[in-house]
């Protein structure tokens, strides 16, 4: 055979992915942490964490291509390599890069046709949020918290994401740090930049609106004081795959499109 028939995905982007092109059949484990799609959950053995991986059960499945994410995985990798397995480690931080590894995992599979039509619609999704972006009379300042304790700020695609829809991400000058520790920020940065909007994704827990808005001096901030504190799931905006565009975008539009409302409603005297 050309092309791998017996994929393990130790992260959910791929698995995303290979179902989106029809190629779940090639599936044969899956990271116990995938959310999409939910059918995957239900079909494939789970073999991985996300730091960790069962790796006697990968090679008891004989698979000819293991694709992860991240430096964080490389632990993971090595030890597969070393078992004689091939593996592909992305480490996509930007939407570009999303694209990229889709483009990839197509031609790996002998799907490249596939793929290209997926990142076509992944990309007219984003023009068009681009257009609607156009016609907003003023761009929203928004922090977007990865973390709370210590506090962290939007990584890459988020920053990408907040810019497309319209927006204007507070800390841009950190989002291209790809370890979260280079984007530890102190509550009084926040207050100084006064966001518009709050958006909070806390990767592995739900985010608490209740807990931001009651710290120390940010009953001052424009999002606190007008309730533009709001969650965005991490499944649909943490994981650097479609889902990014398909959910992540199209809810980060539905926020500043709600404030640009609210904005306007103020300028007439409605509220």
Known sequence: MRYPQRIVCLTTEPTEVLYLLGEQDRIVGISGFTTRPAIARREKPKVAAFTSAKIDKILELKPDL??????????IAAALIRAG??????????IAQVLNMIATVGSLVGSSNKAAKLIAELEDTMSQARETARHL?????????????????SIRWAMELIEIAGGVDCFPELSHFHSAKD?????????A??????IGSWCGKKFQPGQVMAREGWADIPAVKNG????IKSADILQPGPSLITHGLKQVQAIIQEWSATQTHRKIGVI
């Open 66 to 75: 293991v694709i992860g994410f991240s430096n964080l995985q490389a632990d």
């Open 183 to 191: 984007r530890v920020i102190q509550a009084n940065q926040v207050i």
């Open 228 to 231: 533009f504190v709001r969650e």
């Open 137 to 153: 009379i003023t761009k929203p300042k928004i922090y977007f918290e990865e973390w709370d304790e210590p506090i962290i700020c």
């Open 85 to 94: 397995v091939e593996v592909h480690i992305f480490n996509q931080r930007s």
């Open 193 to 198: 930049r006064q966001p518009d909007i709050i």
